[in-house]
């Protein structure tokens, strides 16, 4: 494997960082939340911009911490799927051009996968086959993770994604922006059982419901009418046990999924991934349902957990060192499942020169 500098911008972090194999050399992340606070919600177009703004300053502050130059550098990342597609723009094209003029190969990177080596920074001895649960603002998904890119999506949600049923439980409740982080210290100071709240099942058409894939919507729906029922009836809203009992039915709408899903596939440990892998909620129910089922369960630290471009070069250091290189005129693309990952690397096109 080798040094790697990646650049992730697929949403509304500009993130820049230096790995060596699974070692973080630097990492930086300048984070637009408080621009989009006052929007409720990540704006693409202002994403964009301000990705073009921050971009060099990154980079430079990158090297700062790594503490060397480009001459380290073996090899040049950048997000290209999914995400918004104007933002990944500014990362791949920085990448990209990067990669020409200091004449190092490119390697573009699956977003979700980034997630899934997040866990290596910190575990830098773990290796497949494992169970990632994915949960992100865009993605909850239950992943076999067999071997660098190769991927088997054994369940997902059918609607919202986890972080976005957080998102939006949190507007609905009128407590801020980003909705993950700020319910779950809300939750902290309320009841879990306070108000029972529906977990989404999604039923077969044989009868019976989907053993893994989840649903988001019908819970957000539920502490709506909730909301609307206690306001009719002038109570005042109990935010903070609204936020527990919320918080409690996802983390164990999706613990059971996780650990019935690893029982089934005999895998030994669970690794999450994703915004959502912050959850204090989520990491309590599903450590001890794990601990009791004799699964082990990896959650990266926080910083590793929300967008950043250390797991994305973590991932990319595996690719290149497997001989994956990606062509200049790699697109990027708003939505690629992870079954995918390998059309990111057309071995057969690369350029001479690279
Ligand atoms: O992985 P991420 O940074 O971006 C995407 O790829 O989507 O995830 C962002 C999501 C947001 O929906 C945010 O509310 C959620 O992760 N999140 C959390 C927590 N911290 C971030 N959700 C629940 N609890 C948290 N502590
Ligand atoms: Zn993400």
Same mark, same amino acid.
């Given at each position: ?14 993130? =820049? ?6 070692? =973080? ?26 990705? @073009? ?27 290209? +799927? ?22 190092? !190969? ?28 994915? =949960? ?74 989907? !053993? ?38 996802? +983390? ?19 690794? =999450? ?12 129910? @599903? ?64 350029? !001479?020169?690279?």
């Amino acid at each position: 494997m080798g040094i790697v500098l990646a650049i992730e911008t697929s949403c509304d972090e500009t993130a =820049v960082a230096i790995v060596n194999n699974r070692k =973080v050399l630097g990492n930086v992340v300048a984070s637009q939340i408080d621009i989009h606070r006052e929007f409720g919600g990540v704006v693409p177009e202002v994403a964009s911009r301000h990705h @073009l703004e921050s971009i060099n300053v990154c980079i430079a502050s990158v090297f700062e911490q790594a503490g060397f130059g480009w001459d380290e550098v073996e090899a040049i990342a950048a997000t290209c +799927a999914p995400g918004l597609v104007g933002a990944l723009l500014v990362g791949a094209s920085a990448a990209k051009t990067l990669a020409m003029l200091k004449q190092k !190969p490119f390697i573009g990177v699956h977003h979700l996968e980034g997630h899934i080596y997040a866990s290596y920074l910190s575990q830098p001895d773990l290796e497949p086959p494992f169970l990632c649960l994915l =949960v992100s603002g865009g993605h909850t998904s239950f992943i076999e993770v067999k071997s660098c890119g190769e991927y088997e999506l054994l369940g997902q949600t059918r609607d919202d994604a986890a972080g976005e049923a957080f998102d939006k439980v949190a507007r609905l409740l009128g407590v801020g922006y980003p909705g993950g982080p700020v319910i779950d210290r809300l939750a902290k100071e309320g009841n879990p059982r306070a108000f029972p709240l529906p977990e989404g099942r999604i039923s077969l058409p044989e009868g019976g419901y989907h !053993p893994y894939d989840c649903s988001f919507s019908g819970l957000k729906t539920a502490v709506l009418y909730l909301v609307q029922r206690l306001e009719k009836e002038g109570k005042d809203i109990p935010v903070n046990d609204i936020a527990a009992s919320f918080q409690y039915t996802v +983390a164990k709408a999706l613990t059971k999924r996780a650990v019935r899903c690893a029982g089934d596939r005999q895998l030994q440990t669970i690794v =999450v991934g994703g915004g959502v892998a912050a959850n204090s909620g989520l990491r309590q129910t @599903l450590t001890a349902a794990a601990q009791k089922a004799g699964i082990a369960v990896h959650f990266p630290p926080l910083k590793f957990c929300t967008d950043n471009a250390a797991m994305i070069a973590c991932a990319a250091a595996e690719h290149f060192d497997r001989g994956d290189r990606s062509t200049l005129d790699l697109p990027v693309q708003s939505r690629l499942p992870i079954t995918e990952v390998a059309s990111l690397y057309d071995t057969a096109e690369v350029l !001479p020169n690279l």
